[in-house]
Structures are given as structure tokens and as C-alpha cells.
């Protein structure tokens, strides 16, 4: 059993920064993929990013170059570093755990997820 804990969201102008923070509980933490993922208001779930348990990242097209993703395997933590920052951006943030990061990056699902925190990005 993993436990997700999202923090760090919040309201932020357009062309900021914000970095996310994932806790995790549970001790095979360092065996899973983990990802962030979005939901605008209206508009389906959508994969943002995702790292490896061997740290291999990957990323959406609309936030390649702008976001990075990292983890730190001692903490139980991952992390969202997210720059210039787009009104489009705007949205709730999951985070999620996965066995499988392919599963996750192509079929959106993960084993564990967070309740989400809001990232809201003004014009």
C-alpha cells in the first residue's frame, strides 16, 4: 500500500514558478514509476509527466522544457518543477504510482493516487 500526499500548488502569474512536492508512504517506494498528471476544469485527465524507478523521465509535449520532474528515493518524494508557467497550466495535480510506467504514460492509469493540489496560473 502507497499513501500520496501533493503539496506545493497555488496561485502563481503567468511566466512563474512553482515546484510540486509528492510524499510518499510505504517502503517500496524506490520500485515504482511516478507521475504527475492534470485535470482542467471540463477536460479529461491528461499525462504530464512521469519518472522511472531508474529515474529515466518522460514528458508531455505541452510541458517539455518547462517542467522537470525528480525524485528522491531516501525521502519517499517526488518532485514537479514547473517554469514559465501558462495560464493554459491551470489545473488540479495528481500525483500517481505505478508498477508499470508504460501503463501509466499510455493508458493514464496509476496504482496509487493523490487527492491533488490546485495550480492556477493568472494572466
Known amino acids: 500500500q502507497v499513501q500520496l500526499v501533493e503539496s506545493g500548488g497555488g496561485l502563481v502569474q503567468a511566466g512563474g514558478s512553482l515546484r510540486l512536492s509528492c510524499a510518499a508512504s510505504g517502503r517500496t517506494f524506490s520500485s515504482y514509476a511516478m507521475g504527475w498528471f492534470r485535470q482542467a476544469p471540463g477536460k479529461e485527465r491528461e499525462f504530464v509527466t512521469a519518472?522511472?524507478?531508474?529515474?529515466?523521465?518522460y514528458y508531455a509535449d505541452s510541458v517539455k522544457g518547462r517542467f522537470t520532474i525528480s525524485r528522491d528515493n531516501a525521502k519517499n518524494a517526488v518532485y514537479l518543477q514547473m517554469n514559465s508557467l501558462k495560464p493554459e497550466d491551470t489545473a488540479v495535480y495528481y500525483c500517481?504510482?505505478?508498477?508499470?510506467?508504460?501503463?501509466?504514460?499510455?493508458?493514464?492509469?496509476?496504482?496509487?493516487w493523490g487527492k491533488g493540489t490546485q495550480v492556477t496560473v493568472s494572466s
Open positions: 519518472i522511472s524507478w531508474r529515474s529515466i523521465t
Open positions: 500517481a504510482a505505478s508498477t508499470s510506467i508504460e501503463t501509466m504514460r499510455q493508458e493514464l492509469r496509476g496504482d496509487y
